[in-house]
């Protein structure tokens, strides 16, 4: 018997240095995980403001104010570094003066002290040229989702490269503003992989089209690929298939088109008139070949 009644003493005993011992631990990670909790929505907010004055920067078309948002390591998966973007964020404002940014958040996922935040970013803008001794508008437009990589130093948040998973431009001239064109390009291929690349245009019967097909590796300064024009079918679509390069760098699928019009005079008489021009470009990211892969039969 008494050794029963010292065995619960003894459990009586150790109960409650347990139950205190959990209770310490229940109350040490709820302040844990209210500290962490803290200073998460302390770095989105950091970061939120880091986007907000990205753009702000971008619209102003002030380079200078852009650079100090960007880590000196910066890098992009088409391989610019910071100093070769820069090159050619300029010169794509030097052409364009008044294209204009739209950036809206999608996700925030910080890991101490980097973080990624995924973005669906818009750009509009205007631009003249001289065609056949006549000036004619022009209108940029793209679309892309792109993932930035963040890196924080002494509590500041730095963009320190991006990973463009979709990027789709279009420059239109004339009546090629107003008409519907699908460019279909895969997202992703293989070092040296064919694919396929097409376009469709949703032009009425009065309407002749001859373009070209062709991709553009990723290169600074970009180089316009040069491929031979070809007629549209009654269908007004154009396809061809396309050999990814093997220099482990992303391409863009291009399509470049020229658009006439047919006017009926009368009494068998027609003026053909050039009446729009387009060029539409489709990211595709290309993936190298890995030579380290070993599968055993």
């Not at 939120?48 to 880590?71: D, M, R």
């Amino acid at each position: 018997m008494k050794k029963i009644i010292l065995g619960l003493l003894f459990v009586s005993l150790i109960l409650p240095l347990t139950n205190v011992s959990a209770d310490a631990s229940i109350i040490s990670d709820r302040a844990y995980r209210a500290e962490v909790r803290r200073e998460q929505k302390q770095d989105i907010k950091l970061i939120k403001q880091l986007f907000k004055n990205h753009k702000e920067f971008a619209n102003k078309h002030n380079s200078e104010g852009l650079k100090p948002l960007y880590a000196d390591n910066y890098i992009n998966n088409d391989g610019f570094d910071k100093t070769t973007y820069f090159k050619s964020i300029d010169s794509t404002w030097k052409a364009c003066n008044d294209l204009s940014y739209d950036t809206k958040i999608l996700a925030i996922n910080v890991n101490g002290d980097n973080a990624s935040v995924e973005v669906l970013e818009t750009a509009s803008g205007t631009i003249s040229e001289i065609i056949e001794s006549a000036q004619v508008l022009g209108e940029i437009h793209s679309r892309a989702e792109v993932i930035y990589h963040l890196i924080r130093i002494n509590g500041n948040w730095y963009i320190s490269g991006e990973t463009a998973l979709t990027d789709e431009s279009t420059l239109l001239y004339g009546d090629a503003r107003f008409m519907n064109i699908e460019l279909t390009s895969p997202a992703q291929v293989s070092a040296g992989e064919t694919y396929t690349i097409g376009v469709k245009v949703d032009a009425d019967e009065d309407t002749f089209i001859i373009g070209s097909l062709d991709h553009d590796p990723v290169k600074y300064p970009p180089k316009s690929p040069k491929s031979e024009l070809r007629a549209f079918g009654q269908s007004q679509t154009l396809e061809r298939i396309i050999k990814a390069n093997t220099d482990n760098i992303n391409e863009y699928a291009v399509a470049s088109l020229a658009i006439s019009k047919v006017n009926n005079l009368g009494e068998d008489h027609y003026r053909i008139y050039m009446a729009g021009l387009a060029c539409i470009m489709k990211r595709v990211n290309v993936v190298p070949k890995n030579n380290f892969i070993e599968i055993e039969e």
